[in-house]
C-alpha cells in the first residue's frame, strides 16, 4: 500500500519558514518525480514545486520562485519543501505527490493527505 505522509505544517506569521517533509512508503521515489502541490479553501489545487527522480532539475510555480526549494533523499524516501519568506496568500494545505516530473496535478498518481499552513498578516 502507498502512502504519502506530510508534515511540518503550522501557524506562522508573514516572514516566518517552515519546512514540510514527505515520507514515503510503498513507493521507492527514486523512480519518480515529486511534487508539492497547494489548496485554499474555495480554490483548485495548483502546483509549488516539483523534482525529477534524481534531484537534478526543479520547477517552480512564480509565485514561490526564490523563496521555496524542494529537495529529496532517496535514500531516506523522502521529498522535502523549505519554505522561507511566507506570505498570506500562502496559506493553504500542501500535498506531497509522486509521478511524472510535472506541474499537472494529472501528472501524479499517489497523493498525501496534507498538511495545513497558514501564514498570519
Known amino acids: 500500500q502507498v502512502q504519502l505522509v506530510e508534515s511540518g505544517g503550522g501557524l506562522v506569521q508573514t516572514g516566518a519558514s517552515l519546512r514540510l517533509s514527505c515520507v514515503a512508503s510503498?513507493?521507492?521515489?527514486?523512480?519518480?518525480?515529486m511534487g508539492w502541490f497547494r489548496q485554499a479553501p474555495g480554490k483548485e489545487r495548483e502546483f509549488v514545486a516539483a523534482?525529477?527522480?534524481?534531484?537534478?532539475?526543479?520547477n517552480y510555480a512564480d509565485s514561490v520562485k526564490g523563496r521555496f526549494t524542494i529537495s529529496r533523499d532517496n535514500a531516506k524516501n523522502t521529498v522535502s519543501l523549505q519554505m522561507n519568506s511566507l506570505k498570506p496568500q500562502d496559506t493553504g494545505v500542501y500535498y506531497c505527490?509522486?509521478?511524472?516530473?510535472?506541474?499537472?496535478?494529472?501528472?501524479?498518481?499517489?497523493w498525501g493527505q496534507g498538511t495545513q499552513v497558514t501564514v498570519s498578516s
Open positions: 510503498g513507493l521507492t521515489i527514486s523512480t519518480y518525480g
Open positions: 523534482i525529477n527522480w534524481s534531484g537534478s532539475s526543479t
Open positions: 505527490a509522486a509521478g511524472s516530473y510535472s506541474h499537472r496535478v494529472g501528472d501524479f498518481g499517489s
